[in-house]
């Protein structure tokens, strides 16, 4: 399932904070991530296979990463002086497939400080108006370890059963529950479109509660925000002129 560079057999995530995308709504989470791996130029460390990822193969979506570095339908991106940890989904899931996958993926991330799940709900599904357009779920070992950041920021704790848009969001929280590993899931209400801007908010959100390694600010020493070169043709080449 692992495939890691250098020849590498496993992951040392002691200390590490992991970021995970669902495949949720907007397919906001995973440009959040393409924000975090091109603006902290985090360096592709390997791949993940399994049954639920259906295959793909294409360019690198980073300007910042070697010309014959190319994508797969799951990758690993790494910080090792941040100790921070990104995955990036590049395909969507075979459904029958993913609880065996959630599995060997909780396996391989069991001995991570933390894990944050990012995702997306449907806007429409907001039921308080004039509330946060952010909602957390947490288990009790990832508030004990953020218990002073998660007190400051404006989200609202979840209570439902339901992330509607969220993808598997839920699933992997509470396998990841069940082994204790601090892990939250962090969604943004939002609709289907041009979710560029969501992701861009969903990054400024985490920098709230992880000051440590996003370091993201208008401070001229702090990580500034790097488009992703894949974002040039986020929905497709333009329209040839000669259809007209």
Same mark, same amino acid.
């Given at each position: ?127 308080? /108006? $004039? ?7 947490? !288990? @009790?070992?990832? &508030?004990?370890?953020? +218990?002073? *950041? ?46 560029? /801007? $969501? ?7 985490? !920098? @709230?509660?992880? &000051?440590?390694?996003? +370091?993201? *600010? ?27």
């Amino acid at each position: 399932m692992l495939q890691l560079k250098g020849g590498k057999k496993s992951l040392d995530l002691n200390g590490y904070t992991v970021i995970v995308p669902s495949i949720c709504v907007g397919n906001a989470a995973q440009l959040a991530c393409d924000l975090l791996i091109s603006s902290k130029q985090l360096k592709k460390i390997g791949n993940i296979h399994h049954s639920t990822l259906i295959p793909i193969f294409g360019p690198c979506a980073f300007e910042h990463e070697p010309k014959e570095e190319k994508a797969a339908a799951c990758e690993l991106y790494e910080n090792a002086e941040d100790k921070l940890l990104v995955l990036q989904f590049r395909a969507p899931f075979i459904s029958k497939h993913i609880k065996d996958f959630h599995q060997k993926l909780a396996q391989l991330l069991k001995e991570a400080q933390s894990v944050i799940i990012l995702s997306g709900n449907f806007g429409y599904e907001k039921r308080i /108006i $004039d509330g946060s357009s952010y909602e957390y779920k947490a !288990n @009790e070992q990832f &508030k004990e370890q953020y +218990k002073e *950041s998660l007190s400051l920021v404006k989200w609202r704790e979840f209570s439902g059963e339901t992330i509607f848009g969220g993808g598997n969001a839920l699933q992997l929280f509470r396998v990841l529950e069940s082994l204790h590993i601090p892990v939250m899931v962090l969604f943004r209400y939002l609709l289907d479109g041009d979710n560029s /801007i $969501d992701a861009t908010l969903i990054v400024a959100e985490l !920098n @709230e509660l992880c &000051k440590g390694f996003l +370091k993201h *600010s208008e401070g001229s020493q702090d990580v500034k925000l790097v488009i992703p070169s894949s974002w040039k043709l986020l929905f497709g080449n333009d329209f040839p002129e000669l259809i007209f």
